[in-house]
């Protein structure tokens, strides 16, 4: 099958044409038709698959008649982070180049003022973050009630990052009659029900079994020392002929500091994570698509539905918290047919992590013939601090460092940590057992005002015993009053 089967129009054909393409993906091949028909869909297909041009390739045909009006846009498009939006963009912008659409584009971390003047002279599509979305809605720069096109892109991670009630407000502020398109690499139960809600009667479009990783990606698991972890990686990134890279990690602090390792050691890396601007975001992601940095150091901002051409080799510097995200990091090789190699670092706090991705994944991973490194000696070369916990970022009392640390993850996604018991407190349980008190006539405890008495002393480990107060009690909270 050819794009020119699909019954999309010459100019757009032409457009595809000079971008290099000629045969649709099959989730292109399966959305676009109804999608031209005006029906509601719902795609299912992962990452790297084409998702985005099976929605902006009918839509360009969709919208290429009619008139746009001042702060009422005719489409809107709503994406998890401000890079999908942005590409998003671009794919417009490439496609639509013999088509006179107005576009505008709703992001934070960029000036206000522009994008509502963009609003103002009314724009065919509007590609949106809903945070920055609402904002504007509620400041009345913008109208909904003349989109008759909604898509809503990477749904499953507008879930993790808990945007599903703000989705469900703009749903009920866009006109019932609308066209609804819903694309997302898995379908957990919180978006089939917004489908249900939303959508009417969609055609259901599933090109590959939700949560599984490409087949032109080999995947290696790599046992190693936590404090070892950067000395693997160099060994692996000299030998492995990496052309360029995406290297994923759990925390915002461990992209700073792995980019700053690897640049002490010679390499050519940048780095992007969620306390970079906006501005500066993009110009590192040019820099690193333009072949000026080879190696991009990353938290999962970068994780899903960021299309960059002949990415070699993606690790996992850190196990991912949340199994979705393993399938995510790993789609940015192995993209549009070409081949890929993933590593993911495995250390003796992993194993939890790494048995959920592969019940999702549904494969087993093999480990790297000769690349464990279990030494636990010294490194003769930088040491790194084991990991804490795969909680949220918070240290234990004391952890300064990791207490202040922010993760480029939401809470929905991180899972359940429960409270650690500690052995002293096993221990205080077993030399304090419990005993009968002596009572007084009226059934109080007589020792109660003698202990009252008593001053507490910290625990060994600075913290007052059971909770209590450490210093003396004066003596007048001691005094019992009898009738």
Not at 148 to 162: F, N
Not at 273 to 294: C, M, N, P, W, Y
Not at 351 to 357: G, M, P, S
Request: glycine share 10%; hydrophobic share 35%.
């Amino acid at each position: 099958m050819k794009f020119a089967d699909l019954g999309l129009s010459d100019e757009l054909l032409r457009a595809v044409t000079e971008a290099g393409y000629d045969t649709p993906t099959p989730i292109q091949a399966q959305a676009i038709p109804p999608v031209l028909m005006m029906r509601d869909l719902i795609g299912i297909a992962q990452t790297g698959t084409g998702k985005t041009a099976s929605f902006v390739l009918p839509m360009i045909d969709i919208l290429a008649h009619g008139r746009s009006r001042a702060r009422m846009p005719r489409s809107l498009i709503l994406e998890p982070t401000r890079e999908l939006a942005a590409q998003v963009a671009e794919n417009f912008e490439k496609y639509g180049k013999y088509h006179k659409l107005s576009m505008a584009l709703l992001i934070g971390g960029v000036s206000m003022g522009d994008q509502v003047k963009a609003l103002e002279k009314g724009v065919d599509v509007l590609i949106a973050t809903p945070g920055r979305l609402m904002d504007l809605f509620e400041r009345g720069n913008i109208l909904l009630t003349g989109c008759g096109l909604l898509v809503i892109d990477e749904a499953d991670r507008m879930l993790d990052m808990g945007f599903i009630p703000d989705i469900e407000n703009i749903c009920i502020k866009l006109p019932a009659n609308r066209q609804t398109l819903l694309f997302s690499a898995t379908m957990p139960p919180p978006i089939k029900k917004l489908s249900d809600k939303f959508l009417s009667n969609p055609k259901y479009v599933e090109v590959a079994r939700p949560a599984t990783a490409s087949a032109n990606i080999t995947q290696w698991l790599v046992k190693v020392d936590a404090r070892k972890k950067r000395e693997k990686l160099r060994d692996l990134l000299r030998a492995e002929g990496v052309t360029n890279a995406i290297i994923f990690c759990n925390r915002k602090t461990t992209v700073r500091e792995l980019n700053k390792s690897l640049r002490q050691h010679g390499f050519s890396s940048g780095e992007i994570h969620g306390d970079i601007d906006q501005s500066a975001r993009i110009a590192e992601l040019d820099r690193f698509k333009s072949g000026e940095v080879t190696i991009l150091v990353a938290s999962d901002v970068a994780a899903r539905g960021l299309d960059i051409k002949g990415v070699s080799h993606v690790f996992n510097f850190d196990a991912p918290w949340h199994p979705d995200d393993y399938v995510h990091r790993i789609g940015r090789t192995g993209r549009a047919g070409a081949s890929g190699v993933a590593y993911t670092f495995v250390t003796s706090a992993d194993a939890e992590a790494i048995d959920n991705i592969q019940k999702l994944i549904g494969t087993s991973i093999d480990y790297a013939a000769g690349a464990a490194v279990v030494d636990e000696g010294d490194d003769a070369g930088e040491r790194e601090e084991a990991p804490k916990g795969r909680g949220r970022g918070r240290g234990r009392r004391g952890d300064k460092s990791e207490k202040a640390e922010k993760v480029d993850r939401p809470d929905t996604a991180r899972g359940e940590r429960g409270r650690e018991n500690h052995p002293r407190d096993e221990r205080r349980r077993e030399e304090r057992p419990r005993e009968e008190r002596p009572r007084d006539e009226r059934g109080q405890d007589r020792g109660r005002d003698e202990r009252a008495r008593a001053p507490r002393f910290q625990d060994v480990d600075g913290t007052p015993e059971d909770g209590a107060w450490n210093g003396p009690v004066p003596d007048f909270l001691g005094v019992s009053f009898s009738q």
